[in-house]
């Protein structure tokens, strides 16, 4: 079995639908709330909370080196609150476990791309640059991201990622288990970089003789660095032949046959790869191949999350 932590999920707290926006509504998000709930933790942050509800709508404007939270009607300076804020949560947070966060888009706090009065260029909310700026290996999205498939997709698979290495180190750890982890992960791996996959099996080959710190923060860096590579097509077919050649002597010609024309489809984009990986799932499953059975691509995070419902 995969180590498997729930995921710490950190979320702007209105998008969970707690009336903390600045006219004491909310923004809930469905998908959040009825779906992913489920198969996570929250951490749920309203930064502006400290200003209390109802408030005055807010924007960013630059302001010389600075970057300024302003009411919209009376230009009054709401920044100071914020910030404290920020700077007191952003430190606790960062040594929470988180897993991955879900910002409310164009929020002026929360946001990763928000309008800058005054400036061609977007700029982070005060409080997501903050802790993006803390935690920069940390997947993050908009709850808008959420909406296509591709998007969502990846955020799942480096969230339940890095869980699952943050389960792993967590535990008293010996360097068996990290050679295991490694195996777990290697098709995950070859999908997204093979050089970044190689230079973690030099990291791991050299676990029993460096501190453990150094490995731990080492080898989840450039872990969750190799996941943020996008992984293209090419590499997922690469990946499914691998997989499938642990078949060849368990399989008749014909069954054979059906599994690579199911990776072929997959190849021209006539076939979801998430069929063809569900279809290897289920023959390591039927033959008993563990190897094959413990591959965290086979199930990367619930694949229930994928399927496609109304969202919000
Ligand atoms: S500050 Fe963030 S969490 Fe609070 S209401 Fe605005 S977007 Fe939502």
Known sequence: MNPQATPNLGVSQC???EPVR???GHRRDAFLVDRLARHVAWVPVCPEAVLGTPREPMHLARE????????????GDCTGPVQGFVQARVPALADAGLDGYVFKARSPSCGL???V???AEPSGGLFAAALTDALPDLPVIEEAGLVGRDTREAFLERVFAHARIRGLFAARWTPQDLVRFHTREKMLLLAHDRVGYDQLG??????SARPRD????????RFMRVLAKPASVGQHVNVLQHLAGHFRDHLDRSRLADLHRAIDACRRDECPR??????????????DIQWVREQSILTPFPQELLTEETHD
Request: aromatic fraction near 6%.
């Open 15 to 17: 998008l969970l639908g």
């Open 22 to 24: 600045y006219d004491g």
């Open 64 to 75: 010389g080196a600075r970057l300024a939270l302003r009411g919209n009607e009376s230009g």
């Open 113 to 115: 791309q928000v309008r």
């Open 117 to 119: 009065a005054n400036e």
């Open 202 to 207: 030099r990291l791991v080959a050299q676990a």
């Open 214 to 221: 150094e490995v731990t923060r080492g080898y989840t860096q």
């Open 274 to 287: 998430p069929h063809v990986y569900a279809q290897i799932r289920a023959l390591a499953e039927e033959l």
